[in-house]
């Protein structure tokens, strides 16, 4: 790797906590796949193979050193001292931060900027804060106004709001904004069968009350867990709506995309408003990064790419990811000075952009 | 190629079986592409040349022999002779064949396994047993039961079952098993217009006897011949039916996939009961077959990739197959030791799981 | 790069014309991307920096010359000079024209052939003719014989007819020839309303009327302007169009592709009157042009892949897709040779059918 790589400081645009606690294996296991229940070692994928590379020469073992003595120098070090030797390693200096997935079972905000030694940004999940609102005893008739007003207050010190339309439904949906009296129907139905957001009327009410903010609306997209329908969580689906949202000057920020990373840079080339990363996917696929950050190049303008990790619960995944964007960074940006069709400078300046420059700039990080 | 992978003994767990008599130019050319009348000459692909490269000199030829040399040599040898040689070159171990397509066109599997000097165990095509007891005298309103029955005797020695829904319809269909009444209303339409298996419920009800079975239950994915529409063999649109069937414990194992790999993966992933290959791809795509595992590896747990070739016809494409997915395995697990991703140890090891081991444990071969 | 590669003469089978006029820095950089409003700085795109190492030289600068530079040393040169330098650099020795798009933009067919020193020859765009047949105050029960005998005289000196059925509606359409009552009532309708041709029916008809010309017929697939749903412009989607034709004898050639090549691909292997090309993303994706080219040839007959620019407005475009397609040939065709897939002989013999034989026999070039 050339050293310059090494050297780039990152803005994670979006990932989650930390768990608190120590872990058994098989909880550490669970959080290295999207799978709920695990079909096999969870260690034998190159996830579990870039945590052994990566990690374990952070608490003082060999590289590739086996699972098991990994984890019993994890829990001698304990969660905290692990965590913070990690999330150091990662040359991370800003965090934005979901924190409306199982927030209980993971560090504070407060206690992950500690734990980072580096400031941390939140972006507010649209959908948790509706499920607040319904929980709040309003009445459904209110419920729209509500929602709007609670946004209004939750997000005043946010970075973003984030969307989970793709786990929820899916992108099939119609672009535009409901009616107020579809809102209001639908919440009426809502109340009587309680339960998850899952009403595709509220759910686009709900996203474009987060259009409304202003601030850079993420949006989840392509591959996490079995509860969404890979093929209708497509980024590319969402072509319409952003037609519909290009008027407004909201931007739009499509998150992890993998496998439709070509089809996300398409709509980040030919839409002004339109963002994206290759986040998770980056934490997942091991040196195939490179391969992913080549494809997500082809089409994406410079200024649209985004660094992230998506990391959730292990502090491994945050120092995966960082070492695997800043691999790919230099096999491909690298590559092009190698092969002469860019300067060292450019790529430099490329480099940059894409770890940190860009998401600074979109959301008006100090 | 390091040695290591020219010495992995594979189990290919979804082959069909060779042709028996000598062919025409014509007739070898057809069984070289997906297209019932190739638009040109067959030779003329990275299949063609993969042939001229690997089976040329088994047959005595030097490397990249020309077509009409080739032809004329194994034509010299006897069909018989050509195919012992290219299927020992092959190092297949054991061979488990779909024998229900075209199978009077091709050896019976006895003399298969004699030609293979492997075993051979069988994979039950559902629709083609369906078609067996429709065409039995039996009547519509027995339909179901019979062939409960008739696969109950079919897949006593049979080490798996297969569906062709991709070919016949289209994953575009509920997710679950079809009603009673509503498979005899569709067997009463079938017996009326006669025909081959296309009716959508009663193609899922052949589909839901093979889940019965609790035997792995293969399903074509991905690319084939014209019969089928492409994207709707996405396997991806089987995550609905993944989530119906994962309470069952029957194991889904998604067939050739390409060009939708990656979304397969994601599939092994995140449903405990999902395994794939990419078979059929690594027999066309030539050294491409390295890129092609790579995608796969991406999100695959290593306990879920098998090796296949999905020979048909061809001896020449056992062996096309065996040796780029020796290249394959050597060019990517290879490739994580040079690179410091893995230890030497557990590249071997993964690789001898994808040959081999994940095949023998999941079909229970002895 | 080897030099067989270099020495290539190519057959551009699909481009547009140039503009005629000095860009300013604004125009030009408009021309770099699928935006009709850039997001960003349109040199920060593989694209850019493309055109700063293979342009600049030719215009007398160093590689990689900063934008302003570059734009500065053009106006310097004027319009004319430039276009003649960057066409000549192309090594391009036929170019089939699409001159349905603002065309009165662009340097009109003689002229282009005398700044590229190179025949022209023209490819009509069905829907051009067909709004300007309803322009022509033609009564909509005439219509559809009107067009007919509007193309027959407009394709009388043509190579091809062209599509643009993926922007103006998408390919989810019925496969098959509408009726004429169907169209004369889609007609009349069209009439009450005016504007462009996007009445689906009415598309439906113009591309069958390019079908009965029997002359190659292109479509426009895959990333363009945001003018499409792309996931609606994926050519698998005319998967059952290409059924309907497959017996009628005139060619169906699929343009750019990408992102789904691997699809058009499949597509070419199994109809043998379908064809494809990779070019605009040759044009865009910069030194991924190779893996592009590399993953259209996994499953393409050699015999049916074309070479195309999609060039439009800029003569920068042709030299950069020219330069991106040599390079792609060497890597991908000569890794073929160095990795002994093939020998020297094939791979030229190929990348001379890509380059320029396909598209002579298809079009029936002199």
């Not at 003595?69 to 040359?91: I, V």
């Not at 209980?104 to 804060?129: I, K, M």
């Not at 672009?175 to 957001?197: F, I, K």
């Not at 940006?333 to 940190?356: C, Y």
Request: glycine letters at 8%; proline letters at 6%; one cysteine or more.
């Amino acid at each position: 790797m050339t050293s310059w790589a090494d050297d780039l400081r990152l803005v994670d645009h979006h990932c989650h906590s930390v768990v608190d606690r120590d872990l058994t294996p098989a909880g550490f296991g669970t959080l290295l796949t999207e799978a709920p229940t695990p079909g096999g070692d969870p260690w034998d994928s190159v996830l579990g193979l870039a945590v052994r590379r990566e990690c374990a020469p952070v608490l003082d073992l060999p590289r590739h050193a086996p699972a098991r003595d990994y984890l019993a120098r994890r829990r001698e070090l304990g969660t905290a001292e692990a965590t913070r030797r990690l999330l150091a390693a990662s040359g991370t200096e800003a965090l934005l931060v979901d924190h409306g997935l199982r927030s209980g079972d993971l560090l504070g905000l407060d206690a992950l900027a500690a734990a980072a030694d580096a400031p941390v940004a939140e972006v507010v999940r649209l959908e948790a804060v509706a499920e607040d609102v319904a929980g709040s005893g309003v009445r459904p008739d209110d419920y729209a106004d509500a929602l709007v007003e609670r946004l209004d207050r939750r997000t005043g010190r946010a970075v973003g709001c984030k969307s989970i339309l793709a786990y929820r439904h899916g992108f099939d949906v119609p672009p535009h904004r409901p009616s107020r009296a579809e809102v209001t129907a639908a919440a009426r139905s809502w109340w009587r069968v309680g339960g998850r957001l899952t009403d595709p009327v509220l759910l686009r009410h709900a996203l474009w009350c987060g259009v409304d903010r202003g601030l850079p609306l993420q949006l989840h997209t392509g591959f996490g867990d079995p509860d969404e329908d890979l093929h209708r969580a497509n980024p590319v689906l969402l072509t319409a709506f952003c037609r519909a949202t290009a008027p407004l000057g909201t931007p739009i920020v499509l998150l992890h995309c993998y496998p439709y990373h070509r089809e996300a840079a398409w709509l980040a080339q030919v839409f002004p408003h339109v963002w994206f990363d290759v986040g998770l996917a980056s934490t997942y696929v091991g040196r195939r990064a490179t391969e992913v950050l080549a494809e997500a190049l082809e089409l994406a303008p410079f200024g649209k790419l985004l660094y992230s990790s998506d990391a959730f619960g292990l502090p491994e995944l945050y120092l995966v990811a960082a070492r695997a964007f800043r691999r790919a960074a230099a096999g491909v940006l690298g590559g092009w000075v190698a092969e002469g069709e860019a300067t060292e400078e450019d790529a430099r300046r490329v480099a940059t952009m894409i770890a940190a420059g860009n998401a600074r700039r979109l959301y008006r990080l100090p």
